[in-house]
T-cell receptor
């Protein structure tokens, strides 16, 4: 049981380049999330998904796109990278809470991807 | 908008000392509050989750308390050990009375970096 995995672990991009970050979970969780962590700012939600084929915007979605074609995978794309997107990116997953309206259970995090945009 | 603050940003204590980490939030309409641990270069691991109706949760040497009306939570670590050295983050989930969507997702504090000296 690997939990939540992220690839790649590190990446350096030049301004304007594109890339995709892959998140995979083997816990059959319905909900998945992408966060970015910047120094002194905690984690901020970029996009999230409540199920296969559905995505929604979080707090800081601009410049990113996501897709959830399979339940176990959640992809984060940067179409034209900018230096402001230099950050550590974390993926997380959780199961649907018993309320059915929101995930109220704890989130399980991947190890992160450190991205530098020059 | 919910704001979560953790002070101090860094804390250094000798081994064996009992310590308290603080978390404050501006909007008391929360569903639950979680404490996470983050080790360098790794993702977050959930430590304790307190529902809004609860006053405290305990796990081993850890005890988390919640005073929703005053917007405060504390994480108490008893008999600290060098292995406790990590960054500790708190996160709040808004009440289910909020509309669905990103407004109901977790808001994180920026964390307290704890160093326990041998």
């Amino acid at each position: 049981n690997a939990g939540v995995t992220q690839t790649p672990k590190f990446r350096v991009l030049k301004t304007g380049q594109s890339m995709t970050l892959l998140c995979a979970q083997d816990m059959n969780h319905e909900y998945m999330y992408w966060y970015r962590q910047d120094p002194g700012m905690g984690l901020r939600l970029i996009h999230y998904s409540v199920g296969e084929g559905t995505t929604a915007k979080g707090e800081v979605p601009d410049g990113y796109n996501v897709s959830r074609l399979k339940k176990q995978n959640f992809l984060l794309g940067l179409e034209s990278a900018a230096p402001s997107q230099t950050s550590v990116y974390f993926c997380a997953s959780s199961r649907r809470g018993t309320s059915g309206r929101a995930s109220t259970d704890t989130q399980y995090f991947g190890p992160g991807t450190r991205l530098t945009v020059l | 908008k919910q704001e979560v603050t953790q002070i101090p940003a860094a804390l250094s204590v000798p081994e064996g000392e009992n310590l308290v980490l603080n978390c404050s939030f501006t909007d008391s309409a929360i569903y639950n509050l979680q404490w996470f641990r983050q080790d360098p270069g790794k993702g977050l691991t959930s430590l304790l989750l307190i529902q809004s109706s609860q006053r405290e949760q305990t796990s081993g040497r850890l005890n988390a308390s919640l005073d929703k009306s005053s917007g405060r939570s504390t994480l108490y670590i008893a008999a600290s050990q060098p292995g406790d050295s990590a960054t500790y983050l708190c996160a709040v989930r808004p009440s289910l009375s909020f509309p669905s969507g990103s407004a109901r997702q977790l808001t994180f504090g920026s964390g307290t970096q704890l160093t326990v000296l041998p």
